[in-house]
């Protein structure tokens, strides 16, 4: 299958190099991809991992109908207080009959009802696992394996520069130097005030709303407060204490509706929730019929978004149930 990147940064080249070490197994073709400063690259053949950009088409239909391809992959900048372009490039996917695939949570916290509603009325696929977690199954396990569960709550720990930022505190680093640490690794949203000030979490925690809960929700109504008023002398005494930071997203049903929140929580070592280091994730839900449990991914990284879009593309293109039969 063809696919148009919209997106070349961090996960739009990590996806490429997967795409390209499963090629035989997934014969999927990369056939164009648009940037916003690097311009447009086109070969209907296939493109390579360094492609040699042209100008920038002028419109994202240009661009689709130069590319030809069956899935568009939105691999743009967050932007979480209005979710685009994201939005205007995937309900211009869904217009041409193209299947989506998104790491992008912008778009999922703040439109997801009526994406998947457009979806279903162009007949195509939308999926975003790499939305929250990176690659770690969370809307495909709810998918999935959960029929007739109905989601009361969640709480996680889903942020990880402000876990970088809070662990070199710990250690004796400055703010700063967190920061930096979490940008080396390729984390960091390209605007770090976005990870600090709690916006990541509030559009990771408005998204899950949305998909487990049909919260219909955005990010702005996501009480939110994030770690930037944290000093590492603050750190080092709440760690002297045997406890540590996290920022904590939570969702409850309550009588008054779905409240969700963001906070800086101080908790034990041991909570399941601050026990995970460095970039690792926990998101626990709060259940009607399996009660509580969760997911973990260890240190992820970018490789690790990128499969989670790969993931999409092969559920997108039919192929994603394992042959039990054949392991
Ligand atoms: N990095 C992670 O670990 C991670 C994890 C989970 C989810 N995500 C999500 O994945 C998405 C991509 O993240 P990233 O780290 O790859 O970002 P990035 O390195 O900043 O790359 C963003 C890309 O989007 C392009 N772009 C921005 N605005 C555009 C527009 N209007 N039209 C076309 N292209 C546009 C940029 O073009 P130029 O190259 O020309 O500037 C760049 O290639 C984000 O939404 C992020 O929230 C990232």
Redesign the pocket.
């Known amino acids: 299958m063809k696919l148009a990147l919209?997106?070349?940064?961090?996960?739009?080249r990590a996806l490429a190099r997967l795409v390209a070490a499963k090629r035989r197994e997934f014969p999927f073709t990369i056939t164009g991809i648009?940037?916003?400063?690097?311009g447009t690259a086109i070969d209907p053949g296939g493109l390579p991992l360094d492609p040699p950009f042209g100008p920038r088409a002028p419109t994202i239909e240009a661009f689709f109908e130069a590319a030809g391809a069956e899935i568009a992959v939105e691999?743009?900048?967050?932007n979480p207080s209005t979710g685009e372009?994201a939005m205007a490039h995937i309900l211009a996917a869904f217009a041409r009959g193209m299947h989506v695939a998104t790491?992008?949570?912008?778009p999922i916290a703040h439109a997801y009802a009526a994406l998947r509603e457009e979806a279903a009325r162009a007949g195509v696929g939308f999926r975003f696992e790499?939305?929250v977690m990176?690659g770690a199954p969370v809307f495909n396990l709810w998918r999935g394996c959960m029929p007739g569960v109905k989601v009361l709550g969640f709480a996680g720990s889903l942020n990880s520069t402000s876990k970088v930022a809070i662990e070199t505190m710990e250690r004796g680093g400055s703010f700063e130097d967190g920061l930096s640490a979490a940008r080396q690794m390729?984390?960091t949203?390209?605007d770090g005030a976005y990870d600090i000030e709690g916006w990541d979490s509030a559009a990771k925690t408005a998204a899950l709303a949305n998909v487990l809960m049909d919260a219909r929700t955005t990010p702005l109504a996501v009480g939110t407060r994030g770690i930037g008023r944290l000093t590492p002398e603050r750190v080092r005494e709440i760690a002297r204490q045997g406890k540590t930071v996290r920022l904590i997203s939570r969702a409850r049903m309550t009588a008054s509706g779905i409240a969700l929140r963001v906070r800086a929580e101080v908790l034990d070592r041991g909570d399941i929730l601050a026990a995970a280091p460095g970039t690792s994730n926990v998101l626990l839900f709060h259940t009607d019929l399996m009660g509580t449990f969760g997911t973990v991914s260890i240190e992820p990284g970018?490789e690790q978004?990128a499969y989670g879009v790969f993931s999409d593309l092969v559920n997108l293109s039919g192929g994603g149930a394992k042959p039990y039969n054949r392991q």
Not at 6 to 12: A, L, M
């Open positions: 919209i997106g070349y940064g961090n996960v739009g648009h940037t916003l400063r690097h691999l743009t900048t967050l372009p790491a992008n949570k912008g790499s939305a990176d390729g984390i949203e390209a970018v978004t």
